[in-house]
């Protein structure tokens, strides 16, 4: 039997002995873990900065050098174009970063950013961080940028004000135009750009679904491709009021310009009498400089720009630059790349079947705008 003053004693020594296990161990654990006390038994002086101890070096043999996969031993004559403001950064980075992982850590084409600004040191920072390949930063030449003298700004501030109130997209907005107007007739004129026959336009927030394990540029220079695209859809009517009488006018005016076998019929389902709005989603373009720069193209873009309808209307790069390739090449120089899965808010192309596996793409194969409603991908399809 115990005494109950033994069994006060009894408890106060569990107590004690509880007390000093936990309190060694705490200090102990403390001790083993803190920076101060690896920096003093190390003897380092307080005044340095060591490496933490969980950072083992890595020895140079360890590193894998980049893998060389170019199994034609040729590359073609090409560019990434970003067309971007400082403030895109973020967007663009992430856009850059999945077209590196996901093609061009193999191939290394360089990219060219174009700005009506100069671009800031973080932005050629973050930017150069995210690739091996070669990077030059372009300045937009003034008159390839703003609003025209041309333009009568008193009608083009009231269509400006007519879109607002009608809710139609960027409809208030001159640096939207701005956009339009040098995507449409003048990034390909660029200095930067000058010395490349091809171009893949990335813009920022997009995603890059699938691995791409060939050049999609050589496809272009091998077959003669002018265009490529991943989707396409209708454009808004309030958008491009006046712009089919507008094409119609150059074509009576040029006869002889387009080709036998173009994609007209992609364009207008009564054979050029109006315009179906149908139009290649110009966010993803992969597409040959010296076709824009053909006389015909620019000859089209300066009698559209003469229009005025960049300003008075909304014109955008996507309706020009489809109309162009539709009635100025033939329809098999505009190539669908149905092996690259993309994303642009809000739409996405998802390849099916096989390339899905090939591509060990991770969109959902279910979420594919190619035959949905808005779609004008069985136009394209209609052609051939
Ligand atoms: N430098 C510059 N780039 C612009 C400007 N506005 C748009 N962009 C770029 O033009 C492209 C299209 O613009 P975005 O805002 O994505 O238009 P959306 O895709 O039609 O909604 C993107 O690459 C933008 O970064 C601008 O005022 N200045
Ligand atoms: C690349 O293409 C441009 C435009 O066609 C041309 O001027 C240039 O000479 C080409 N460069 C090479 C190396 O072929
Ligand atoms: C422009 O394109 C047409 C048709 O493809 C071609 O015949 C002509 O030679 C091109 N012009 C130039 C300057 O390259
Ligand atoms: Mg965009």
Partial sequence: ????????????????????????????????????????????????????????????????????????????????????????????????????????????????FLNEEPFSDEFKHRTREITNAPISYGLIPRDNWYQPDFIDEEKAKAAREKMVKNNVIYGGSVPYRNMCRFNSGFFFRHELLQNYRYYWRVEPDVKFFCDIHYDPFLIMEDNNKVYGFTVSLYEYEATIPTLWNAVKEFLEENPGVTPENNAMAFLSDDNGESYNRCHFWSNFEIGDLDFWRNETYMKFFDFLDQKGGFYYERWGDAPVHSI?????????????????????EPFQHCPQGEAHSRGKCWCDPNDNFDYQWYSCLKRYDALF
């Fill in 1 to 112: 039997m115990m005494t109950p003053m033994r069994y006060v004693l009894l408890v106060l020594a569990i107590i004690i002995s509880l007390h000093y296990i936990l309190s060694f161990s705490h200090e102990g654990y403390g001790k083993a873990t803190s920076f101060k006390s690896i920096a003093g038994q190390l003897q380092l002086g307080s005044g340095q900065d060591p490496e933490p101890p969980y950072k083992t070096p890595i020895p140079e043999d360890y590193i894998h050098p980049q893998k060389e996969i170019d199994p034609l031993q040729r590359k073609a004559n090409a560019t990434f174009v970003v067309l971007a403001r400082n403030g895109d950064l973020q967007g663009v980075i992430a856009s850059m970063k999945q077209m590196e992982d996901r093609f061009n850590k193999e191939f290394e084409y360089p990219w060219v």
């Fill in 324 to 344: 162009g390739a539709a009635l100025f090449a033939r329809k098999d120089q505009i190539h669908f790349f149905e092996d690259i899965g993309y994303r642009h």
